[in-house]
């Protein structure tokens, strides 16, 4: 089955073509980072018409790219959300003229869990349950994935996002954006252990996650201080490892006893851990979550690098799974905000 995947919920125009679900045929992604980068963010007019301007092109590349034709195709994926929403509406109405046009079948998904599937595209071996983690710009969610069509949220951020924080704290740092790369770029001449920073870790019950405080507690350092490259280098790298520290932690404890939130599980724990989202390139959270996961006896599957941003090929993996359990979309699709599969 050939499914056309479309992704547009924040910068990236993505068009993926996938064949029934793990496949790749092509991934492709347009950019509008370079006209949001003097802003210090985004900019969603900016992003919606960009996507407007490209959305064509984007899916007519990746039909070529994969050398498949539009009337090949069997069915449409596309993110119906989170994300802003006059981007969403781009890549939804393009994907609902598609499907009415062509006659195939159309199913719109959640952009954060469709991050999981990056992850899962070439490990095809993966069983339910597992516990996912979604590490983005937006949003830093542990959730309970029961079945395809069922997931329950654990916790999440009760302000920043893990990105969101990278991203802020790079720019009182002046790094630049995004971000994320950019602190992993200036720790990696740093001392993790010379500036101290903790995150809020909530309570011992808590699987929620706070990362306003620490951008602030940096914010006053910096005030306080005289900045060099090295205590530049100090602060990305001590920031960077409080961070990793509290995804990590919360991650391997959400295996362990997934039902401390709640029901999940049954009380049992879980042995996989699916971690996705932008965040998920960092290479420190990497090592440290696979570490921690093997001494617990817990497999810890990551993206490819390609897939840890946001792309398309997630998003037509995610619409293959819900539509063979027998999800459709109405062509009355709009964007949402929710957190529902
Ligand atoms: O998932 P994503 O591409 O878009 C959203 O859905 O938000 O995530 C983008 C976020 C940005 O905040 C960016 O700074 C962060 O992912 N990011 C990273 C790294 N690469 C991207 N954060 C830490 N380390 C990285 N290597
Ligand atoms: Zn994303």
């Not at 969403?88 to 609902?96: C, E, Q, T, Y």
């Not at 952009?111 to 597992?130: E, M, N, Q, T, V």
Request: hydrophobic share 45%.
């Amino acid at each position: 089955m050939l499914v056309l995947g479309i992704e547009t919920s924040c910068d990236e125009t993505g068009a993926s073509v996938v064949k029934d679900g793990r496949e790749i045929l092509s991934n492709m992604v347009a950019s509008s980072l370079e006209f949001h980068k003097r802003y210090g963010g985004v900019v969603p007019e900016i992003a919606t018409r960009y996507h407007v301007e490209v959305i064509d092109y984007v899916v007519k590349d990746s039909l070529k790219r994969s050398r498949v034709k539009l009337e090949d195709i069997d069915l449409i994926a596309v993110t119906r959300g989170p994300g802003l929403v006059g981007s969403l509406l781009v890549g939804i109405s393009f994907a609902k003229a598609l499907s009415y046009s062509l006659g195939v079948p159309l199913v719109g998904v959640n952009h954060l869990w469709a991050h999981l599937y990056s992850g899962l595209i070439s490990r095809p071996d993966i069983k339910f349950p597992f516990i996912g983690l979604v590490v983005s710009g937006g949003h830093t969610s542990l959730v309970f994935c029961e079945n395809a069509g069922k997931f329950k949220l654990l916790g999440q951020t009760k302000d920043d996002a893990a990105g969101e924080a990278f991203d802020k704290v790079a720019k009182v740092l002046g790094l630049g954006y995004p971000g994320g790369p950019a602190i992993e770029k200036a720790a990696r001449q740093g001392d993790p252990y010379a500036i101290k920073f903790a995150p809020a870790y909530l309570g011992e019950n808590s699987y929620d996650f706070s990362f306003s405080g620490i951008k602030t507690a940096v914010l006053y350092y910096i005030k306080a201080h005289r900045l060099n490259r090295k205590v530049v280098a100090d602060i990305a790298a001590g920031f960077q490892k409080a961070v990793v520290d509290c995804l990590v932690a919360k991650a391997i404890d959400a295996c362990r006893a997934p039902a401390k939130g709640g029901s999940a599980s049954g009380g049992k724990g879980v042995k996989t851990l699916v971690v996705g989202g932008g965040v998920s390139a960092n290479i420190l959270l990497r090592k440290e979550l696979t570490r921690e996961g093997r001494a617990c006896g817990i497999e810890v599957i990551f993206p490819s690098f390609e897939l840890s941003l946001d792309n398309a090929a997630m998003v037509a993996a995610m619409g293959y799974r819900l539509f063979k359990g027998g999800v459709r979309s109405r062509s009355g699709l709009s964007a949402e905000s929710n957190l529902r599969i």
